[in-house]
């Protein structure tokens, strides 16, 4: 039972995460055009940190949906009697 809301805790935290990259991407768009007008060390060096930390945000939120949808499935539990095996139906 706690696995199940830990996994819906974590699939929400995962769709706040995805929501903050796809806002991000027109300010670190910004930031690249800026960088290549610019040329200033700076401002390439601040795409590039920033852009690093949008793909980690990226890759952890996948990493959470994921471990979120494991947990949070029903897993089914097969039985078979012993005179059911070899029956085809």
């Known amino acids: 039972m706690i696995k199940k809301i830990f996994g819906a805790f974590f699939i929400l935290i995962s769709v706040f995460l ?13 930031l690249f055009l800026l960088g290549i007008s ?11 940190g920033n852009f690093t930390i949008y793909i980690l945000i990226l890759i952890i939120s996948i990493k959470l949906f994921k471990l979120g949808l494991k947990w949070t499935s029903k897993k089914s539990n097969p039985t078979e009697n012993i005179n059911n095996i070899g029956i085809n139906k």
């Open 18 to 30: 995805f929501i903050y990259f796809i806002i991000g991407i027109p300010n670190n768009l910004s």
């Open 38 to 48: 610019s040329e200033s060390g700076h401002s390439i060096g601040y795409f590039i």
